[in-house]
């Protein structure tokens, strides 16, 4: 599908060749507008005009806190033509990891959805950010908190630009990734990584002329950026986005949109497997789902209930939302498949020596090609040697592999936690929990979901002569925390268990039982995405 002998590096390039290219074709597609390959390289121009106008210019930072609208990959592109950067932050980050992540970038500027102002507003006066720019997609901005501006009047008519291309190596983005002992890292791509990253994943998804790719995953990841948007983009096609998953109607806005290919994470697969059979399972064009979590127990059934082929894949922000895919022509049921051709990959002991195969190890990866991996963690040089060690990006998962060269995702290595598609680290939900008054000392670890990947439980240790009901400390939770972070679960300890040196056991912890649980859900605390 792409252009016969064009390869594209940077992100500017593709914009603007592609519009000469494809014109009036539908390039993105949202739920109540779209733009053309023309109209994005147009208002992509517009907005660059605007951004350098107002002092912006190449190595800027500009945070979004933006939903799946069409202001955010026009910011995005409008950028990669200043040769700024783009710091998309998570919708659901609000109070000190807010604060955190955005003092860590150092913004030159801020763009924000509306219906996000109350969660930046509490911590807005720290950090000073100089410019900052409300997005209103819904309508006309109406009154605006002192020095903030409408996003739609930085847009500028005039002359066309002839800012040179971001070469390979310059950072495009910082994305922000779950740490397990500290802090989030924003880890800083380069324009050339989410490209060959798209064009591999592009060459094994079954694509034909009038494909139409479609995700309610939402634009901050790595995944609708470059499994979606990217992909559509380099082979000429269309990508169609939902501000959010709706399990009850997503093959109906899949079929509404006309769409062929679906990315799935595991969390939706299952809630999508258990919804109640209807007729509207196969009235849709769907005929490929990129997954990512399929259990083999599932696999066919849900082929054969909703008329499609799941090719089954790997990935991480830090090399490549996709890293591992099964090869189209040999599905391989029940593995996350091979390697992608710009990356090599090993199975690894603890001391990184190789182990043989249908060995359980750690995933470890290294590009074949410049640039076609993160840079390193924005500020945290040594993070990013550690993550490196032997020149290897460790990945902190368990995985095997077998003869021939498959391979089956087992476990985590590290303690981060998935849930419902989101990597959160226990330290971010110890620190909220760990300021209640009542709170002397807590743990936080993943337990196995019914829906897949894990939910969150906290372990709490009170100060002495203190109490705290498990009602409080879930509502706590909910004001102070993302909704994705708020415990599930809750058990109260008498005691933690620790190693010599003090660190939590936490693998003893998520092999407890016999402890008094409580159930947030059951005691009818709901958490929902804003």
Known sequence: MLDAGEEYHDLATLVRRKAVKNGDRVALRFASS????????????????????????????????????????????????????????????????LRYELADCGPAALVIDRRLWDAYAPIREGLAIPREWVADPEGPPGALPSGARPFADVARDGPARDDPAPAPHEPAEILYTSGTTGPPKGAVIPHEKPLVTAREIGLRSRLDPGSILFTALPLFHCNAQEMTTLVALLNDLTAAFDERFHA????????????THVSLLIAMINVLYKQ????????????????????????????????????????????GCTTLMNPPDRVRVGSVGTPLGFVEAEVVD???????????????????????????YLGKPEKTVEAWRNLWFHTGDYVTRDADGYYYFVDRKKDVIRRRGENLAPYD?????????????????GVPSPLGEED??????????????????FEYCVAELPFFMVPRYLEFLDEIPKTANQKAQRYLLRQRTGGTQYDREALGIAVRPR
């Open 34 to 97: 779209s733009l053309t390959y023309r109209q994005l390289d147009r208002e992509t121009d517009r907005l660059a005009r605007g951004l350098a106008a107002a002092g912006l210019g190449p190595g800027d930072r500009v945070a979004a806190l933006l939903f799946n609208t069409p202001e955010f990959p026009v910011l995005w592109f409008a950028l990669a033509k200043l040769r700024a950067v783009l710091v998309p932050l998570n919708t659901g980050l609000k109070g000190d990891i």
């Open 276 to 319: 109640p059979a209807k007729a509207t399972d196969r009235a849709h064009r769907v005929r490929t789902a990129l997954t990512a979590g399929t259990t083999r127990a599932i696999w066919a059934d849900f082929e054969q209930r909703f008329g499609l082929t799941i090719l089954e894949l790997y990935g991480m922000t830090e090399c």
């Open 248 to 259: 009850s109607t997503f093959w109906e806005s899949a079929a509404r949109v006309e769409a």
């Open 456 to 473: 969150v439980k906290a372990f709490v240790l009170l100060r002495p002569g203190a109490s705290a009901t498990p009602r409080e400390l």
């Open 350 to 376: 603890d001391e990184d020596r190789p182990v043989p195969t249908g060995v359980r190890g750690e995933l470890v990866v290294r590009p074949r090609a410049p640039f076609t991996m993160f840079l390193g």
């Open 429 to 445: 939900v110890e620190t909220v929990l760990n300021r209640h008054p009542a709170v002397f000392e807590s743990v936080v670890v």
